[in-house]
């Protein structure tokens, strides 16, 4: 069993497309995370919920939304899709102090 | 600002022998946890090691240890007996509390490659 799973794993799309990426944890957490690694490998948090609240808003643009419908669940919606916007999307759960990854959504916008 | 500083891009190790990767952070609290992840080409993250700031002893995992000098903010990671499967990035990391909640910060990573 996966612990944390994204879907999908690649995402190939044009600008100013809507499109979303879908996360769940099977590990009971109660917190879950939205990373962003760019393309220089850097890996920097957008979003954390803590049990579907949002507490963690890193300054992204308002085109990103996430969406927490349960605990386990935290997806992540973004309209107007721009060129800026391809990296590869990390979501994470954490239980205590240790964190669990996705294997993460390449996005590349063209 | 809390930051993370890995302070070698890439790094090199001939099979078998050691490798320390360098990371140094700055925070002001005094109870925190800080960690190593590796992420593969697969690009999955996988935690390598963990250590909490209160325990004065270095956390080991098999061939991977790590040299945490709380005063100086230091948290280096050593590799030993490197093998081929540990060429990687690695990413050390510590976790601080913000606004209620507790989010990773990551460095900027060191490419490890390992030589046959």
């Known amino acids: 069993d996966t612990a944390v799973s994204q879907t999908p794993k690649y995402l190939v799309t044009q600008m100013g497309n809507d499109k979303s990426i879908k996360c769940e944890q099977n590990?009971?957490?109660?917190?879950m995370y939205w990373y962003k690694q760019d393309s220089k490998k850097f890996l920097k948090i957008m979003f954390s919920y803590n049990n579907k609240e949002l507490i963690i808003n890193e300054t992204v643009p308002n085109r990103f939304s996430p969406k927490s419908p349960d605990k386990a669940h935290l997806n992540l919606h973004i309209n107007s899709l721009e060129l800026g916007d391809s990296a590869v999307y990390f979501c994470a759960s954490r239980g205590g102090s240790e964190a669990f990854f996705g294997q993460g959504t390449r996005l590349t916008v063209v | 600002a809390q930051t993370v500083t890995q302070s070698q891009p890439e790094m090199s190790v001939q099979e078998a022998e050691t490798v320390t990767l360098s990371c140094t952070y700055d925070?002001?609290?005094?109870?925190?946890?800080l960690f190593w992840y590796k992420q593969p080409p697969s690009r999955q993250m996988i935690l390598v090691i963990r250590?909490?700031?209160?325990?004065?002893q270095n956390a080991t995992e098999n061939r991977f240890s790590v040299n945490f000098q709380k005063a100086a903010k230091s948290f280096s990671l050593k590799i030993s007996d490197s093998q081929l499967g540990d060429a990687a990035m690695y990413f050390c990391a510590y976790l601080v509390e913000e606004g209620g909640s507790e989010k990773l910060v990551f460095g900027k990573g060191t490419k490890l490659t390992v030589n046959p």
């Open positions: 925070t002001s609290e005094s109870d925190y946890y």
């Open positions: 250590q909490e700031a209160y325990k004065q």
């Open positions: 590990l009971g957490h109660d917190t």
